[in-house]
């Protein structure tokens, strides 16, 4: 007995490590590429275009937030409890259906935004938007597919899109560029184009037997909206500021300049919370009603997060002084503050997924709230005198205390899980 349990327990870390290692390879190759892109930038593209690229894709990030209404997670939730192969695929088929109706909802709208950026004269903006309008709300999609694959333990197919977008739109760069035709109103068309293609065709190939109206779907939904989704959605809405809107906020009030040193510091620093992030997502399912968060898995976290932290400073560091130039010098005194920045974000997933997997939406929306009220103080705070310098700061006050909320209620369902064993 004791050998079937030891066997049974090996069989889940393998394949957790697994998942996660699949998972890490795929976007840490796909985040290596990312950066590759940004570099290309700097080079085919002027310090001011890079910034406003960051701009763009800052203010999509911002207002797409609104049009999830927490069903990325509801829906998870709901693919996890069905029984059977075939009912997840139905139960995704649907989900992804409503991910397109929020899509087109969303593009619409930032056609009718873009005329706000007119009236805050930012005329260059607005006009990229509406460029890339018939595209911009992919990460709609894409949450919602992602979602989709992590409940079905669908690994493979949520870590590739992110790796065979980065890989083709590198290429892409390098033939634009050969043929005269990168210009800024190409990249920021050609990005979102390609980030929607990557995603559609994956998700319509998969799904495509199941994008139908289904009744049974949307009163459970309904049900699940109602229990916890709009509790989500609302903690989403409050927690916005934290994460999203720094650079948005430094476009503002600072040169597109900055916004482009701050962005390519973040980029660089990016890689580091991959190996939260794997780990958290390769252990989704399985955390799902668990009392607490694998100690093994948040040593290993930890400890080879802080090892490839020093080794992304190390290699940021070379990059900056040798191959981007004395105009982007300044992002030196940045880089080691995104580097810590990105360390608490990564381990911070492990206890974003432990929450999500337990629907723990009332203590997500304290979270959220806590986020708000340091956020607002924070980046208006330390970014309108500060700038980039403010926004990182910023962005580490603001992690920390969402860490330490986290923490503080994992380690309150560890408690109640044992006082449910005592009892």
Partial sequence: ???????????????????????????GAGLFFGMLIYFLRTRYLSVDDVG?????????????????????????????????????????????????????????????????LELLHKP????????AAPFIGYN??????????????AIR???????????????LIIVLNYFKAYTLKVAVISEFGLHFL??????????????????????????????????????RIVFLPAFNISTFILGIFHPMSSVAFYSLCNTISSPISVVGESIGKAMYRKMNNKREIQKKALVC?????????????????????VLLGKDYRPMLTLLPLTVVSYVIRGITSMYTYFMNANGMAKEQKVVAYVGLAVSLSANFGLIIPFGAMGGVYASIVILIAILSVRMYFCHKRRLQGRETDIE
Avoid: H
């Fill in 1 to 27: 007995m004791i050998y079937d349990m030891t066997k049974k327990f090996l069989s889940k870390i393998g394949e957790t490590t697994k998942d996660s290692a699949q998972l890490f390879i795929a976007e």
């Fill in 52 to 116: 406003q690229i960051s701009y763009i894709v800052s203010i999509v990030s911002v207002t797409s937030v609104f049009f999830t209404f927490g069903i990325d997670n509801s829906g998870g939730r709901m693919v996890l409890r069905e029984e059977g192969e075939l009912n997840k695929r139905r139960c995704g088929g649907a989900l992804m259906t409503t991910s397109f109706i929020l899509f087109a909802a969303f593009d619409i709208f930032m056609l009718l935004f873009s005329v706000v």
């Fill in 124 to 131: 260059d903006s607005a006009l990229l938007i509406r460029l």
């Fill in 140 to 153: 709609l999609i894409l949450l919602v597919y992602n979602e989709v694959c992590y409940a079905r333990g």
């Fill in 157 to 171: 197919q949520a870590s590739i899109q992110l790796f065979f977008y980065y890989i083709s739109y590198f290429f």
């Fill in 198 to 235: 990557t995603v559609f065709i994956p998700a319509f190939v998969e799904y495509r037997l199941y994008f139908k109206p289904d009744r049974q779907f949307w009163e459970k939904l309904k049900m699940e909206e109602k229990e916890r989704g709009l509790a989500v959605y609302l903690s």
């Fill in 301 to 321: 976290t930890v400890g080879i997060t802080l090892g490839f932290a020093a080794l992304i400073w190390a290699a940021g560091s070379f990059v900056i002084i």
